[in-house]
T-cell receptor, first 114, second 114 residues
Framework: DTGVSQDPRHKITKRGQNVTFRCDPISEHNRLYWYRQTLGQGPEFLTYFQNEAQLEKSRLLSDRFSAERPKGSFSTLEIQRTEQGDSAMYLC????????????FGSGTQLSVL | AQTVTQSQPEMSVQEAETVTLSCTYDTSESDYYLFWYKQPPSRQMILVIRQEAYKQQNATENRFSVNFQKAAKSFSLKISDSQLGDAAMYFCASPASGTYKYIFGTGTRLKVLA
């Protein structure tokens, strides 16, 4: 098991375009979180999945953001009609199984909106 | 809104010396986990140490240990025998009451002086 995997590592897009990020969790992990981090700040919660169910979503998340986790495995985060303020690092974290509640992060996807 | 407070934006320590990073939180959960993460310039979030709140014994991982004061809701990280590779941003995280999410502090930048 190689840990939490995120793709792509970097994404540059023009304002108004749609982007989609992918997160592959550690295989036994049933809990999956998406966070956003801007430079100099701590990670900010976006949404949480337990298996395939999206159980919590930040009120800060506009309806341009949507996330899915089909079959409780990988997850995708889509941002529609991107804005310059969406530029940030998007982090995926997972936990569960035998790792006993430890929260493991992927390397993140750095989004730049021009 | 619940918060995690890291009151030291930046700390410096001489190589081989000991440094303590502070963190306070305000969850009202009874059983929970607290985390310290290290984020080097690569921006990969690396789990440093985890404390289980129902355990009175402070967690220890090699050179890293915590001073957990549950009543005071304080969770400080002590790094002994500091090494140049310890230089990074350090974030503490606490669960938010009544939700699934973890809240992160704003971080402490640790500089290690040779």
């Amino acid at each position: 098991d190689t840990g939490v995997s995120q793709d792509p590592r970097h994404k540059i897009t023009k304002r108004g375009q749609n982007v989609t990020f992918r997160c592959d969790p550690i295989s036994e992990h049933n809990r999956l979180y998406w966070y956003r981090q801007t430079l100099g700040q701590g990670p900010e919660f976006l949404t949480y999945f337990q298996n395939e169910a999206q159980l919590e979503k930040s009120r800060l998340l506009s309806d341009r953001f949507s996330a899915e986790r089909p079959k409780g495995s990988f997850s995708t985060l889509e941002i529609q009609r991107t804005e310059q303020g969406d530029s940030a690092m998007y982090l995926c974290a997972t936990s569960g199984g035998s790792t006993n509640e430890k929260l493991f992060f992927g390397s993140g996807t750095q989004l730049s909106v021009l | 809104a619940q918060t995690v407070t890291q009151s030291q934006p930046e700390m410096s320590v001489q190589e081989a010396e000991t440094v303590t990073l502070s963190c306070t939180y305000d969850t009202s959960e009874s059983d929970y986990y607290l985390f310290w993460y290290k984020q080097p310039p690569s921006r990969q979030m690396i789990l440093v140490i985890r404390q289980e709140a129902y355990k009175q014994q402070n967690a220890t991982e090699n050179r890293f240990s915590v001073n957990f004061q549950k009543a005071a809701k304080s969770f400080s990280l002590k790094i002994s025998d500091s090494q140049l590779g310890d230089a990074a941003m350090y974030f503490c995280a606490s669960p938010a009451s009544g939700t699934y999410k973890y809240i992160f502090g704003t971080g402490t930048r640790l500089k290690v002086l040779a």
